[in-house]
């Protein structure tokens, strides 16, 4: 009986550590200050915690779309990362897409096009260059078309998945291994 419970133990231990299928990956520019995911992490969970955070500042809202579009792939493909518990980097692919989903990005771009476009946008707000802003979110990635696009990006609305996915990233990063959904009320292990 011992025996069965110490292979089944292994055979858990043994799947729960193998990669699972890859997911698109952008690099994130080294410039832009969030090409270590610790500091992506940290950006992420700042500026999903709340939408006031980056309420009529484009600029870090293409930032904060920049960084949760990079780590959707950056958690699930990156060795630095495999001793965060699978189930937090699921969380993230699926804070993704339900951000990807809000802001009418489709579901199909490739992540170094949003990330890239995004920071491009970012970077254009921030000298106010507003038509140099829409022009990097004219791309058909951009279902909404620019104009809506840049409203959203301006005014981000809450995305509750995004939320969820970097504090429970923010707080495993920080030692605080989290068990079925610690920013939905779960427990610590």
């Known amino acids: 009986m011992l025996l069965r419970f110490a292979l089944l133990a292994c055979l858990l231990a043994f799947t729960g550590c193998t990669p699972g299928p890859r997911v698109d990956a952008a690099q994130m520019p080294p410039q ?8 992506a992490i940290q950006y992420a969970a700042w500026a999903f915690a709340s939408p006031s955070r980056t309420r009529n500042d484009p600029t870090s809202g293409a930032r904060a779309i920049a960084t949760l579009d990079y780590l959707g792939g950056a958690l699930v493909n990156s060795p630095a990362w495999m001793s965060f518990s699978p189930i937090i980097a699921d969380q993230m692919v699926d804070a993704r897409t339900a951000m990807r989903r809000a802001l009418g990005i489709a579901p199909t771009a490739s992540s170094q096009f949003v990330v890239n476009s995004m920071l491009n946008t970012a970077a254009a707000m921030t000298h106010g ?8 979110l004219s791309g058909p990635i951009y279902t909404l078309g620019p104009d809506q696009t840049l409203a959203l990006v301006t005014n981000l609305p809450f995305i509750h998945m995004a939320n969820v996915a970097t504090i429970e990233a923010e707080g495993a990063m ?16």
């Open 174 to 189: 920080n030692g605080n291994f989290c068990m079925l959904g610690c920013a939905q009320g779960g427990s610590f292990l």
């Open 129 to 136: 260059d507003r038509q140099a802003a829409l022009a990097f």
């Open 32 to 39: 832009s200050g969030l090409g270590d995911p610790a500091n």
